[in-house]
């Protein structure tokens, strides 16, 4: 599912392709039922606009301009955003919404699953705050992530990808983030001493920044990641042991029982 990393890579698509170019149609596309997109009348706010500027906020993806409307995206379990070229490029399968601009470039909104989403926004600020999204985990500052944490009276695994707390990370930079600093992904948040969460704080940044240097490559990133061996029974990079699989909070959590207690 795509977290922090993923949403950033695909912002800077939008970022590198889609700025500063009059948009002439926003239109929906095939099998949209199950899927939130914008009705007529927000799609008709995009009409002559530009997009002249991108944001990220956790997973949540914004291109707008400083007088709005913003678009909102979601990716979902398996969503993206694509620009391309219609005069040499084919459409992307399962576009569910299509920005064409001024030429040839266009931006697919691709989301073959059902959890994606878009909207037309006024600003990124005010969709946030609506949602109820806490600070983005690349933006919060060491000492309120311990008291976002630390104070949590349930399994760390479960703090760390519960958005209104920390926007951001989900299910695999958890997992990753846990294993790294040797935690249990049930162990108790509020059972944490400072100095564990000190050290979970720099691991996420650091985590987090690396997969975003790499555009959200997981092929470019170290071998002795979870990430690159995340199975039932696979083995321990890090020590003689075998990757486990247990469920916390209503999520799969993957772990080492030797090296994580």
């Known amino acids: 599912m795509p977290e922090l990393p993923e949403a950033e890579a695909n912002r800077r698509r939008i970022e590198d ?9 926003a239109v929906p596309g095939g099998d949209v039922t199950y899927i939130e997109l914008p009705g007529n009348n927000e799609r008709g706010r995009l009409v002559g606009r530009q997009f002249t500027e ?10 707008g301009s400083k007088t709005g409307p913003w678009i909102c995206v979601h990716l979902g379990m398996t969503g993206s955003l694509i620009p391309f070229d219609e005069e040499k490029d084919e459409q992307p399968g399962a576009t569910k919404f299509l920005i064409r601009f001024e030429g040839q470039r266009a931006l697919a909104f691709r989301c073959p699953r059902k959890l994606g989403w878009l ?8 969709e946030i705050e609506r949602i109820g999204f806490g600070p983005d985990a690349m933006a919060i ?9 630390g104070s ?5 695994k479960s703090a760390l990808i519960e958005q209104k707390k920390i926007a951001g990370v989900g299910n695999l930079w958890s997992d990753e983030i846990l294993f790294e600093i040797g ?17 979970m704080y720099a691991v ?10 790499t555009d959200a490559d997981y092929s470019q990133l170290p071998d002795d990641w979870l990430v690159r061996h995340r199975k039932t029974g696979a083995k321990c990079r890090r020590c003689d042991g075998t990757i486990m699989k247990k469920t916390v909070g209503g999520r799969s959590a993957y772990y080492c029982a030797d090296h994580q207690s």
């Open 17 to 25: 392709k889609c700025l500063n170019r009059t948009i002439e149609e």
């Open 54 to 63: 991108t944001y990220r906020h956790g997973k949540l993806i914004f291109a």
């Open 119 to 126: 909207r037309v926004v006024d600003t990124p600020e005010a």
């Open 141 to 149: 500052g060491e000492d309120d992530f311990i008291d976002v944490i």
């Open 152 to 156: 949590t009276n349930g399994a760390v």
């Open 183 to 199: 935690v249990m992904p049930d162990q108790k948040a509020n059972d944490l001493d400072e100095n564990i969460l000190r050290k």
């Open 204 to 213: 996420m940044q650091d985590k987090l920044q690396t997969v975003m240097d």
